[in-house]
């Protein structure tokens, strides 16, 4: 059996950035080939240590998204600043102007003139992602909501997200809203670290509002243990967006999906990363010497139906039940499975070329890899190892060799792997 350390180290790479004081070579997600063209455009991802600002896994983490009500975060932080510079308290009044009650849903719906607190607002923000809402605390906060706008691209820059622009304190559509998944997790170091005292907001469940119970749009509150914050945005060109942040054993990490295509399949993506995440974290703990996440291919939740827009900002818990195509059983047999058929060779070292939710995506990885690259694979045997929750598909039988060359070749054709030496 291989040890746990070479067992968990990832051949994806790991990219950091300046602000999180690292440098690594950037890192690609793997599927199975014939999956590649199903996977959205839309979608990017990263798992950061929100201690040491360490990057743990990337996906497309620069690249330019719209991050929806995400942006409410930023107008939470102003917020933050300017209760503990005394500008404003949590009992002040935050006034409905016409043009904030006029906004498109999610909303309170309080009418033009009418008056919530500040604290009333925040909270709205946090759960309901009310956008009128959002847009009364910009107006309250710096005059109009462009000026406004203006101050939370100015602070984001300031925090160091070079890649983030805001046009409006809401998430509402707008082309000139951009940012990206690694300018995401800064901001949400960012809130943690500076203004500690008001982060709980972002783990309210549930917000009494005027005889209405409003509900965390983040379903991993509700039912990931650890999970504290942080929000959920969605719109028709942002897709499905989370940035989230877990505590176990006394260590956070965040994590931020970016264009997820449904509600299911973002919160699974998300859910696995911090699992994985801590999962590396732990062995750390316990001496082992493991730089970075354990190897991590994601691989598209199929759905049988799709959730359609009805409200631009944060509708994440309509009544829509959406159904997996398919669910493998869980295994419990042997926790090393032979793929039949496969010849058994004679080297040692072994290749790993994936990891997946189920047993059959690592068998088809493993059937995949060996047709489009037969000159590398075929005398290896065809194993799939369940640890972790997940199945690996691995090739056995190579010497260090050939397992370096068959490495190489996936990856000149950007698919990441990993060499695995012969147990001590």
Known sequence: MFQHARRLVLSLGVAAMAAFGALAPAAQAQVPYQRLAQTSSKYAAIVVDAKTGEVLYENRADALRYPASITKVMTLYLTFE?????????????????????????????????????????KALATKSANDAAVALAE????????????????????????????????????????????????????????????????????????????????????MYGVDGLKTGYTNA?????????????????????????????????????????????????????????????APITMASAQTSREQGDNDDGDMK?????????????????????KAAQGKWTVQVGSFNSRSDAKEQLAIVEKRFGQHFRSAKGLTEKAGGKYRSRFSGFTEKSAKAACQALKAKKQPCMVLAPSA
């Open 140 to 223: 309250k906060l710096g005059g109009t909501e462009q000026r406004f706008a203006a101050l939370m691209t100015l602070r984001a820059q300031e925090l160091g997200m070079t890649n983030t622009h805001f046009a409006n304190a809401s998430g509402l559509p707008d082309s000139r809203q951009t940012s990206t998944a690694r300018d995401i997790a800064i901001l949400s170091r960012a809130v943690m670290r500076d203004y500690p005292q008001y982060y709980k907001l972002f783990s309210t469940t549930y917000f009494n509002f005027r005889g209405q119970q409003l509900r965390n749009h983040n379903g991993l509150l509700h039912r």
């Open 322 to 342: 959406i159904v997996l195509a398919s669910t493998a059983p869980p295994i419990r047999a042997s926790k090393i499975e032979i793929v039949e058929g496969k």
């Open 82 to 122: 300017a209760l503990a510079s005394g500008k404003i308290d949590l009992d002040d009044r935050v006034v409905f102007s016409p043009r904030a009650a006029a906004q498109a849903p999610t909303k309170l719906g309080v009418r033009a003139g009418d008056s919530i607190s500040v604290d009333e607002a925040m």
């Open 238 to 298: 942002s897709g499905f967006n989370l940035a989230v942040s877990a505590v176990r054993d006394g260590r956070r990490l965040i994590a931020v999906v970016l264009g997820g295509p449904t509600v299911a399949s973002r919160d699974a993506s998300a859910e696995s990363l911090l699992l994985t995440g801590f999962d590396v974290m732990n062995r750390r703990a316990r001496g082992e010497d493991i730089r970075v996440a354990q190897n991590f291919f994601e």
